[in-house]
């Protein structure tokens, strides 16, 4: 049995985020697959993402992963990276494309108009580089990690939550911005754990040990649909 399955749905940092977790968690078996039967009988579900909504969703289809990763997010240990964390909302203005549905609220891009720094310089799309995530709730993802930690990040899109409770972190660029959610068995983020050095392995580490069941973190029902 497969322990953590990394999704491959033809996209993502794939290697970089199942060797991330082999260094943290040595004692699993971590499967990089496209299968939905190893998906749906791993213990538990990394969506690592790269590139753009449209082709996530479609990608996805093809491959016939959506049932088992929407299965995987509803009853089990579950982390989605940058695509993942925008695909579990409604739509994404990325090609007006549909999400999963799974958590009310829609993906945005960084308005060009906003993008100003306080000298009144103009800030670059995407958004690439080293930026503070400040945490908004205790959560088990976060032990041992300092609000204020910097994360790698790697994107032109942003997710706005209909549920401000759902909202487990922020960063600035220049505006306040969701960067990492949590419902239930869900967490996701907008950065790249696996890009983000000592931070970054922490968090995958407590994703490996992490208990949402045992913790009494069922999915709201209405937080998540």
Same mark, same amino acid.
């Not at 399955?5 to 699993?28: C, F, T, W």
């Not at 449209?54 to 989605?80: H, I, Q, S």
């Not at 007006?96 to 993906?107: C, M, Q, S």
């Given at each position: 049995?497969?322990?953590?399955? &990394?999704?491959? *749905?033809?996209?993502?940092?794939? #290697?970089?985020?199942?060797?991330?977790?082999? %260094?943290?968690?040595p004692?699993?078996?971590?499967? +990089?697959?496209?299968?939905?039967?190893?998906?749906?009988?791993?213990?538990r579900?990394?969506?690592?993402?790269q $590139?753009?909504?449209?082709?996530?969703? #479609?990608?996805?289809?093809?491959?016939?992963?959506?049932?088992?990763? &929407?299965?995987?997010a509803?009853?089990?240990?579950?982390?989605?990276?940058?695509?993942?964390?925008?695909?579990?909302?409604?739509?994404?203005e990325?090609?007006?494309v549909?999400?999963?549905?799974?958590? /009310?609220?829609? +993906?945005?891009?960084?308005?060009?108009?906003?993008? +100003?720094?306080?000298?009144?310089?103009?800030?670059?799309?995407?958004?690439? $580089?080293?930026?503070?995530? %400040?945490?908004?709730?205790?959560?088990?993802?976060?032990? $041992?990690?300092?609000?204020?930690? #910097?994360?790698?990040?790697?994107?032109s899109?942003?997710v706005?939550?209909?549920? /401000?409770?759902?909202?487990?972190? *922020?960063?600035? *660029?220049?505006?306040?911005?969701?960067?990492?959610?949590?419902? $239930?068995?869900?967490?996701?983020?907008?950065?790249?754990?696996?890009?983000?050095?000592?931070?970054?392995?922490?968090?995958?580490?407590?994703?490996?040990?992490?208990?949402?069941?045992?913790?009494?973190?069922?999915?709201?029902?209405?937080?998540?649909?």
């Amino acid at each position: 049995m497969t322990d953590i399955a &990394v999704i491959d *749905y033809g996209m993502g940092n794939l #290697r970089s985020v199942s060797k991330a977790i082999e %260094h943290v968690a040595p004692q699993l078996r971590v499967t +990089v697959t496209s299968d939905p039967e190893v998906v749906s009988g791993a213990g538990r579900v990394v969506f690592p993402g790269q $590139g753009a909504m449209p082709d996530c969703m #479609r990608e996805m289809d093809a491959r016939g992963l959506r049932k088992a990763v &929407v299965a995987a997010a509803r009853e089990k240990p579950f982390l989605g990276i940058c695509i993942g964390l925008q695909m579990l909302f409604d739509n994404s203005e990325e090609g007006d494309v549909a999400g999963l549905g799974l958590l /009310p609220g829609k +993906v945005r891009r960084f308005p060009h108009e906003a993008m +100003v720094d306080a000298r009144g310089e103009k800030l670059k799309v995407p958004h690439m $580089g080293w930026n503070e995530v %400040h945490q908004t709730m205790p959560h088990p993802l976060w032990e $041992g990690i300092a609000s204020g930690s #910097r994360f790698y990040f790697v994107h032109s899109y942003f997710v706005e939550p209909a549920n /401000p409770q759902l909202i487990a972190g *922020y960063s600035l *660029y220049p505006f306040s911005f969701t960067c990492a959610v949590a419902s $239930g068995s869900i967490f996701a983020v907008q950065f790249h754990p696996e890009k983000s050095q000592a931070a970054g392995l922490r968090l995958l580490a407590n994703f490996a040990a992490w208990q949402p069941a045992a913790a009494g973190m069922r999915v709201p029902a209405d937080a998540m649909r």
